[in-house]
């Protein structure tokens, strides 16, 4: 194992975990050769054919980190330590994903988006009719900053006591594309929500990191279960004054809702109503698993309906 005699590797881990992202950046260059060992040394155990190649092993390992809570490692040792553990945990997911591409050959599509690669699997009905997809996120978890609670209540019209703080405070959670997520008292509140266009806009152009596009998730709990809640997205300066049904929001919220639940590991799955207060009432079924290592991954699910057929010629 290199020594790291100047402490450089600990200082760049520190800021890390500071919520410096680009001091991530900044360390893997350092330690690069030793995650090449590593690489080389996992590989080394699959079978000859495999695709995967140490530069993209050791990437997936850096957006995995890039992408989850930041982890407290003390020092380099320990930072190869996890990174080996996630080399593992990612040939373990690929194997498992070429053996249910095997499994489900036809049923499964990938789309290329700015956030990521979105891997999508058709749901079949047993004449063969699509029925359905569960779509998985590009990303994992990542939580932004704080929003404040006066400025979320006002984007949507209604008091700073209608917003709940009890599990967490309005915050700024993406698995691909960034939403201001807030818990609301009750479904009673929720049906009372209003996009205010003049707040949103004093609120984008606070936060200039959301200046084109201040997106507005709200949630609340059904009484009683744990599993089912009714969510409303506003988006008023991407064109958007409210939509019945945002699959990138829901996967946002329930990977952030897993992330909270105790223990270590987790695979939980909600149940969301989406669109009703506009008379389109969508149904999603969103997950999401966390494991000791950090990342939190999410679904989305739901059926569908045929409302146009075409072909794509490529």
């Known amino acids: 194992m290199t020594e ?5 590797v600990t200082q760049l881990l520190h ?9 991530l950046g900044a360390l893997v ?3 690069y050769r030793e995650l090449q060992h590593l690489a ?26 890039l992408g ?22 990612i040939l373990v997911d690929y194997a498992r994903g070429r053996r249910a591409s095997k499994r489900d050959a036809g049923c499964r599509i990938e ?25 998985a996120a590009p990303r994992a978890l990542s939580i932004g900053i704080g929003i404040p609670t006066e400025m979320v209540a006002a984007c949507a019209s209604l008091q700073p006591s209608d917003i709940s703080t009890n599990a967490h405070t309005p915050l700024i959670a993406s698995v691909g594309t960034p939403f201001v997520i807030a818990e609301v008292a009750s479904i009673e509140t929720l049906s009372r929500a209003s996009p205010d266009i003049g707040a949103f806009r004093a609120a984008a152009k606070q936060y200039g990191e959301l200046s084109t596009r201040f997106s507005l998730h709200l949630y609340a709990w059904y009484d009683g279960d744990a599993t089912r809640l009714r969510a409303r997205m506003f988006a008023p300066l991407g064109g958007v004054l409210e939509d019945p049904a945002t699959g990138s929001a829901n996967a946002a919220l329930a990977a952030l809702l897993t992330s909270m639940a105790p223990g270590e590991n987790a695979d939980l799955h909600y149940e969301i109503e989406q669109g009703v207060e506009m008379g389109r009432p969508s149904q999603i079924i969103a997950g999401a698993q966390k494991t000791a290592e950090g990342p939190v991954l999410a679904t989305v ?10 072909t794509v010629e490529v």
């Open 4 to 8: 790291d005699p100047s402490g450089q």
């Open 29 to 31: 260059p350092v330690v």
């Open 111 to 135: 789309f290329e988006e700015l956030a990521g690669l979105v891997r999508v699997h058709i749901q079949r009905g047993p004449d063969n009719a699509i029925t359905g997809a569960r779509i």
């Open 15 to 23: 800021h890390w975990l500071k919520g410096d992202q680009a001091a």
């Open 40 to 65: 080389h040394a996992h590989l080394k155990s699959e079978r000859a054919d495999h695709t995967l190649q140490s530069a993209a092993l050791i990437h997936e390992v850096y957006l995995r980190m």
């Open 68 to 89: 989850s809570q930041p982890m407290e490692l003390r020092n380099r040792a320990h930072f190869t330590a996890v990174a080996s553990r996630l080399m593992r945990q």
């Open 301 to 310: 699910a739901g059926s569908c309906v045929n409302v146009m057929r075409g």
